[in-house]
């Protein structure tokens, strides 16, 4: 059967973000044809489309690294799968438990490795998680990135537990998610917005305080007297180079700023005393392993209330409009592009 996908082609931009229909994948052993039913996008996508996220990937390139799918064929020796299984594609699919290899991190969907944005596609049986039944396609689909950097910089690196206070940046994919796992797990969560409409609407959900970051650059000061005088135990640190010096400020003696994003830059001169000073650990986080989106299945199988924040789904024959979406910034949580049927 033929296969539908984007492909960016030729060169990098969301103009050259090209719909095909290619013949499908051959089946190998140990590998599961998988129907895709979702996918979501994340920021990565946009940048990997523009080639500002590695400016040598070639191309062509079907981007995205985030679906649900569902396993239409299995090839020979396949152990963890049966036709008809609802899973999720691990972001990097040959990063299992632990701490990644170089080898491990070149693995990923959507760059360097071809990604889901297409009907159906080919994986590795142990690059697959189960999708938890509870929720539905366009919920699964937002978990296997944004989902799981969330739970990894809170749950696993920072350790975050009952009476703790998250400060996360901005109202986008991964800092709605890093709400949603911060209460869960007990903590207190601080969210910052250049939108004071978003900021009513993630105090409805549960945010401790939020703040305005364009009115209030200092944002820092106030994150640390909302926790209490001290900081805060974690800052999801989404903003990069433009908003570290304002994470250091906010998080307190101790406490862990997970380095997640660039939405405002990649390069910054920085006073590292604070860091050392105050004893902070600064922890690169690169989404997760296999072993870190079954935990999280797991704790929101645990918190069935909990369901991921999708601000719009976009059917698969406009993804190009869901790029576009993506690039105004205008949403809160996930965009979705969902297949026909
Ligand atoms: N390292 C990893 O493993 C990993 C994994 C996932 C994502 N990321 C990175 O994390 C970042 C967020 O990704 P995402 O997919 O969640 O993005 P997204 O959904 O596109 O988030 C967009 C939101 O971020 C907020 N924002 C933009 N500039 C900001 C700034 N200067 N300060 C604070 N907030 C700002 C805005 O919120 P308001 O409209 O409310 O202001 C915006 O709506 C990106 O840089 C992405 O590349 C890294």
Not at 86 to 102: C, K, M, N, Y
Request: glycine content about 12%; charged content about 20%.
């Amino acid at each position: 059967m033929a296969v539908d996908a984007w492909v960016v082609e030729g060169s990098f931009g969301l103009d050259r973000l090209v719909r095909v229909t290619r013949d499908e994948e051959p089946l190998g052993p140990g590998q599961v044809r998988l129907a895709v039913r979702a996918v979501s996008l994340n920021y990565r996508d946009l940048l990997m489309v523009q080639g500002a996220y590695d400016p040598r990937q070639p191309l062509p390139l079907v981007p995205c690294s985030d679906a649900c799918c569902e396993v239409v064929a299995c090839g020979a020796g396949v152990t963890r799968w049966r036709v008809g299984d609802r899973v999720i594609p691990a972001f990097a699919q040959a990063w299992t438990d632990g701490v990644p290899s170089r080898a491990a991190i070149r693995t990923t969907l959507g760059g360097p490795r071809q990604g889901t944005l297409r009907t159906g596609l080919v994986l590795d049986e142990a690059g697959l998680v189960r999708a938890p039944d509870h929720l539905d396609d366009v919920a699964c689909a937002t978990l296997p990135c944004a989902g799981v950097t969330a739970w990894r910089a809170l749950a696993v690196e920072a350790g975050v537990g009952p009476g703790d206070t998250v400060l996360t940046l901005g109202t986008g994919g991964v800092s709605l998610f890093a709400l949603q796992i911060g209460r869960m797990l007990g903590a207190r969560v601080l969210v910052t917005s250049s939108d004071d409409a978003k900021r009513a609407r993630v105090e409805a959900m549960g945010a401790f305080a939020t703040r305005n970051y364009r009115d209030d650059p200092g944002w820092g000061r106030w994150a640390r007297e909302a926790a209490g005088g001290d900081g805060v135990d974690a800052v999801v640190e989404l903003g990069g180079a433009g908003t570290l010096d304002q994470s250091l400020r906010a998080v307190r003696p101790g406490g862990t700023i997970a380095l997640i994003g660039v939405l405002d830059g990649v390069k910054t001169e920085l006073a590292v005393t604070r860091i050392l000073m105050h004893g902070v650990r600064v922890q690169g986080v690169l989404v997760g392993s296999r072993a870190d989106l079954e935990a999280l299945v797991r704790a929101l199988e645990a918190h069935p209330d909990v369901c991921p924040v999708v601000d719009h789904v976009v059917p698969f024959d406009r993804a190009d409009q869901a790029f576009a979406d993506l690039a105004r910034q205008r949403h809160l949580g996930k965009i979705v592009v969902q297949m026909p049927g």
